[in-house]
């Protein structure tokens, strides 16, 4: 694994209860953690229960004793480890988006196809159960024709100016702000749930222009180095309206700028026989509606994904003994490991990487020429 914050947390920890829970084809071993502070990869490798440790990412590449390689790093590192691990015939799961244009994301897809390794991206919350459910009610055709997506992202921790200049607000880092970081979830839903994208229009808006200097401190958190200020280069908030290759029209919101919204990934998908509603927030509910039931009877019904006849969930506990944010990378990480055993790169993997970099690109592109984009 390369990288050892937030999401080096999160992965590290799913590799431990993958087993635990579940029965996958092949058992991880947390062999070597990387990471450019010694002490503080050190710390890391003891805490989350990795083997050893190494200060150069190349070096893990380099080891025969390694097989997959977990980046877990800001988006500007993602293009140069996993073409560097691909052509060490190494497996590759990275953390999304993908890279930070769709040139570079399309060679890291070159690189994984050359190399015939296994390959995912991070976008967890496909796997979160209630969202799976919706998914297998959609093919069922349950909701009949798809009208409508009105997708989310509402998040606030960046609203005050003093929050400092991190990672995730420099382009040459991020690539975008809102729109790469959250916005990206929004269409690996949408992708997942309603289709493929046709096109779309859209705006973005920075409303803090500059901040002071710092860092990132683990999860979401920030400390400002001094005094020192410089220009914020991502985008705030985007909205963009889409329409979809099934006739489906969608309006995305990505935003870290709506107060009191701390993690609200949420969405609504209307069809001609039904309606879908879901949010992270109450991420194991699922609300739906359909157009069949008694009338008198007819409403939103809401639905604890907890059942054993739910996807993922009877690994865990008895119905309604809810489960966490974390529970969606334990998912994922298990296909991934599967996929491994089986020859295959479920997805979502880089194929749907570089789509979602083309539609990130595009949403960019609209925002500037204020036209619409085709895809
Ligand atoms: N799937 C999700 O829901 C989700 C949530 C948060 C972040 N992410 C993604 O995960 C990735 C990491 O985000 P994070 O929140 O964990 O960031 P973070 O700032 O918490 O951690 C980043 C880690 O990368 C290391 N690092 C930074 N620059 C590096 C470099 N040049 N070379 C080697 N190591 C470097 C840091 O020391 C740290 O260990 C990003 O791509 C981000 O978009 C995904």
């Not at 977990?70 to 015939?89: F, K, L, Q, R, Y």
């Not at 890291?108 to 297998?136: D, G, L, S």
């Not at 069922?140 to 992202?153: D, K, P, S, T």
């Not at 970081?181 to 779309?200: N, W």
Request: glycine share 8%; charged share 25%; aromatic share 10%.
């Amino acid at each position: 694994m390369v990288g050892y914050q937030f999401m080096g947390k999160m992965h590290s920890h799913a590799y431990r209860d993958i087993p635990f829970f579940f029965d996958p084809k092949v058992k991880p071993v947390l062999q070597a953690i990387s990471g450019r502070n010694e002490s503080a990869v050190k710390e890391a490798a003891e805490k989350m229960g990795w083997a050893s440790y190494e200060t150069d990412w190349r070096r893990l590449i380099e080891r025969d004793d390694i097989d997959v390689i977990d980046i877990v790093t800001p988006n500007h590192t993602h293009a140069e480890i996993a073409i560097a691990a691909a052509e060490a015939g190494k497996h590759i799961i990275t953390e999304k988006p993908l890279a930070l244009t769709v040139e570079e994301a399309e060679r890291m897809y070159e690189a994984v196809k050359k190399a015939n390794v296994t390959h995912m991206i991070c976008h967890n919350y496909r796997f979160v159960p209630a969202v799976q459910y919706a998914r297998k009610l959609i093919e069922e055709g349950r909701l009949g024709r798809i009208f409508h997506v009105r997708a989310n992202y509402l998040q606030d921790f960046i609203i005050d100016p003093s929050f400092p200049l991190v990672w995730r607000l420099k382009k040459e880092v991020s690539g975008s702000g809102a729109l790469g970081d959250i916005g990206a979830h929004s269409i690996d839903l949408a992708r997942f749930l309603v289709g493929d994208f046709k096109e779309l229009v859209s705006t973005m808006e920075t409303f803090v222009k500059e901040r002071p200097i710092g860092e990132m401190s683990g999860g979401l958190s920030a400390k400002a180095e001094g005094d020192e200020m410089g220009e914020v280069t991502v985008d705030d908030a985007t909205c963009f309206l889409a329409r979809f290759e099934n006739g489906a029209l969608g309006v995305f919101e990505a935003t870290r700028f709506a107060g009191g919204n701390r993690n609200k990934n949420k969405f609504e998908i209307n069809g001609e026989k039904g309606s879908i509603r879901w949010d992270m927030e109450n991420m194991n509910n699922l609300e739906v509606y359909f157009a069949d039931d008694e009338p008198g009877l007819q409403g939103f019904r809401l639905i604890n994904v907890t059942e054993e006849v739910h996807p993922y969930v009877g690994a865990y506990w008895p119905a309604g003994h809810i489960i966490g944010y974390e529970h969606s990378f334990i998912h994922l990480l298990y296909e991934f490991l599967n996929g491994i055993v089986e020859g295959t790169s479920p997805k979502p993997n880089f194929e749907d990487g570089v789509i979602n970099q083309k539609i990130l690109a595009a949403v960019e592109k609209s925002a500037e020429t204020k036209q619409w984009i085709t895809l």
